[in-house]
């Protein structure tokens, strides 16, 4: 069964930084479109970044721009989410997401159809 599992949450200070994971298995990551979600209590899940599969284009979320920096090592079938400059509003529950398409998809969670079990960010003093 292909599955998704990320990693690298943490509680972490303002100003701080984390570096995510996502890793496959039975999936070659390089194959799929990779996003970032995030949701938090009492809120909806939302759309942080997306990298395309092949030439690995990217977009980001206006909330996150100049922050966070999303990227993929294919030798390692492995994608990151590298945070910097965290806030206490960046605190959720993150997922990585996956689609094959030949459109990249946006930062529409219906648009992707294999998702891991998520990973807690907390940002607090």
């Known amino acids: 069964q292909s599955k998704l599992v990320e990693s690298g949450g943490g509680l972490v200070q303002p100003g701080g930084s984390l570096r995510l994971s996502c890793a496959a298995s039975r999936v070659t990551l390089d194959s799929y479109h990779i996003a970032w979600f995030r949701q938090a209590p009492g809120k909806e899940r939302e759309g942080v970044s997306r990298?395309?599969?092949?030439?690995?284009?990217?977009n980001y979320a206006d909330s996150v721009k100049g922050r966070f920096t999303i990227s993929r090592d294919n030798a390692k079938n492995t994608v990151y989410l590298q945070m910097n400059s965290l806030k206490s509003e960046d605190t959720a529950v993150y997922y990585c997401?996956?689609?094959?398409?030949?459109?990249?998809?946006?930062?529409?969670?219906?648009?992707?159809?294999?998702w891991g079990q998520g990973t807690q960010v907390t940002v607090s003093s």
């Open positions: 997401a996956a689609r094959s398409s030949w459109k990249p998809p946006g930062l529409d969670s219906n648009e992707y159809d294999l």
């Open positions: 990298i395309s599969r092949g030439a690995g284009s990217t």
